[in-house]
């Protein structure tokens, strides 16, 4: 059974930073596109950064890009997600997710981990 468990989010003021973990455990995550997505209250679920497993690819949403860093350690089977020069509206709930490679859809989530950023 596949299970992603995040950690590391808090509160912190702007301009600060916090490193998010996902440590995923109960399958090889070889051919996985590793991810996090994040949900402010009363706004849509959206993605925020991905990864490819095996090649290391990252990509960013817009929003993030410059700002924020994800990575993965395979040997740990776990990803993380650096957050620099941290904004009022980055506060949200963040999720780590994975879908396999060839597959649209991000079958497997976290439970999230709250990040608030206080202006």
């Known amino acids: 059974q596949v299970q992603l468990v995040e950690s590391g989010g808090g509160f912190v003021q702007a301009g600060g930073s916090l490193r998010l973990s996902c440590a995923a455990s109960g399958r090889t995550f070889t051919n996985y596109i590793m991810a996090w997505f994040r949900q402010a209250p009363g706004k849509e679920r959206e993605f925020v950064a991905g990864?490819?497993?095996?090649?290391?690819?990252?990509y960013y949403a817009d929003s993030v890009k410059g700002r924020f860093t994800i990575s993965g350690d395979n040997a740990k089977n776990t990803e993380y997600l650096q957050m620099n020069s941290l904004k009022p509206e980055d506060t949200a709930v963040y999720y780590c997710a994975a879908r396999e490679r060839d597959r649209s859809k991000y079958a497997y989530w976290g439970q999230g981990t709250q990040v608030t950023v206080s202006s």
């Open positions: 990864i490819s497993w095996s090649s290391g690819s990252p």
